[in-house]
């Protein structure tokens, strides 16, 4: 079994004090392996704006995250709705759609199914996974797209991927580069550089956190 496929694995991550989420989660040992992945939980009934950028090294870590991370405070934020802080119930999958399906929340059938249906991505090759996960995200986040309350996963498996949704989903090119203090030009080049230059490398997640920040 893969050792990602394991909330016992995420609970040592975090005993380590592992930033898996505004981080690179291990170094990369190849720049051209590098996914990058937006998560973010708005609610502003709650005053709740989280937004993080990270960086995974393969297909397998990165659903890890996901369904032992990021699914779980994500879904127990929304079943629990006197919370005001996010946290991270640790948990196995099976605990986790236990406790779902013990809440009142309407949503307990798409919350159930979309673990179950990451569960099933775990013996695919990698790059079908990487596949399933985008399919994945793209439900989910229009799904999850409501007025008051947001969860949103992006994934991008280069950083022009990342460039090329920044620009097609703003409408004017200059607000974009007002946000986040770059020209178009400037930030093409960053994407680029990011493959050769080791300190592009070591800062770009940091750059993101910072300049990009929310997508949404």
Same mark, same amino acid.
């Given at each position: 079994? @893969?050792?990602y496929?394991?909330?016992?694995?995420?609970?040592?991550?975090?005993?380590k004090?592992?930033?898996?989420?505004?981080?690179?989660?291990?170094?990369?040992?190849?720049a #051209?392996?590098a996914?990058? %992945?937006? *998560?973010?939980?708005?609610?502003?009934?709650?005053? *709740?704006?989280d937004?993080?950028w $990270? @960086?995974y090294?393969? $297909?397998?870590?990165?659903?890890?995250?996901? #369904?032992?991370?990021?699914l779980?405070v994500?879904?127990?934020?929304?079943?629990?709705?006197?919370?005001?802080?996010?946290?991270?119930? %640790?948990?196995?999958?099976?605990?986790?759609?236990?406790?779902?399906?013990?809440?009142?929340s309407?949503? =307990?059938?798409?919350?159930?199914? $979309?673990?179950?249906e990451?569960? *099933?991505?775990?013996?695919l /090759?990698?790059?079908? @996974?990487?596949k399933?996960?985008?399919?994945?995200? $793209?439900?989910f986040n229009?799904?999850?797209?409501?007025?008051?309350y947001?969860?949103?996963?992006?994934?991008? /498996?280069?950083?022009f991927?990342?460039a090329?949704?920044?620009v097609? *989903?703003?409408?004017?090119?200059e =607000?974009?580069? /007002?946000?986040?203090g770059?020209?178009i030009? #400037?930030?093409?080049?960053? @994407?680029a %550089?990011?493959?050769?230059d080791?300190?592009?490398q070591?800062?770009?997640?940091?750059?993101?956190?910072?300049?990009?920040?929310?997508? =949404?």
């Amino acid at each position: 079994m @893969c050792k990602y496929n394991n909330h016992n694995y995420w609970e040592g991550a975090l005993l380590k004090k592992k930033d898996l989420w505004t981080n690179y989660f291990t170094d990369l040992a190849c720049a #051209q392996d590098a996914i990058f %992945i937006n *998560t973010a939980v708005i609610d502003y009934s709650r005053d *709740t704006i989280d937004n993080n950028w $990270a @960086c995974y090294p393969d $297909a397998k870590s990165l659903l890890g995250f996901i #369904q032992y991370i990021y699914l779980p405070v994500a879904f127990f934020y929304t079943i629990h709705k006197d919370n005001q802080d996010l946290f991270i119930p %640790i948990c196995s999958s099976h605990a986790l759609i236990r406790s779902i399906t013990e809440s009142d929340s309407p949503y =307990v059938d798409i919350m159930k199914n $979309a673990i179950e249906e990451l569960n *099933t991505y775990w013996d695919l /090759e990698n790059s079908l @996974c990487m596949k399933k996960i985008k399919e994945f995200c $793209a439900k989910f986040n229009a799904f999850w797209n409501k007025d008051s309350y947001i969860l949103h996963i992006g994934v991008f /498996e280069s950083t022009f991927e990342i460039a090329e949704y920044l620009v097609s *989903t703003r409408e004017f090119t200059e =607000v974009l580069e /007002e946000d986040i203090g770059l020209t178009i030009k #400037q930030l093409y080049n960053m @994407c680029a %550089i990011f493959y050769t230059d080791t300190f592009i490398q070591k800062t770009f997640v940091k750059i993101l956190n910072n300049k990009i920040g929310c997508i =949404v």
